[in-house]
């Protein structure tokens, strides 16, 4: 069973890599904007579960 943080990961990858290759249409701004998409989606996710930690369920 794979963790949570590597499925994350995995999706950020391929959704970044996904609106990267619709929105730009050169391989360096399709890299940059997706990394830059990429590092949003896992530092906003490690945000927001930090935020939410001490809420109890």
């Known amino acids: 069973?794979?963790?949570h943080l590597?499925?994350?990961i995995v999706f950020a990858f391929f959704?970044?890599?996904v609106f990267a290759v619709i929105?730009?249409?050169d391989a360096?701004?399709?890299l940059r904007?997706?990394?830059l998409m990429?590092?949003?989606f896992i530092v906003s996710a490690l945000v927001l579960g930090w935020l939410?930690?001490?809420f109890p369920l």
Do not use: I, N, T, Y
């Open 28 to 30: 360096r701004e399709q």
């Open 38 to 40: 990429f590092a949003g």
């Open 23 to 25: 929105a730009k249409d």
């Open 6 to 8: 590597f499925l994350l």
């Open 15 to 17: 959704v970044s890599l």
């Open 1 to 3: 069973m794979h963790s």
């Open 33 to 35: 904007f997706g990394g």
């Open 52 to 54: 939410m930690f001490p």
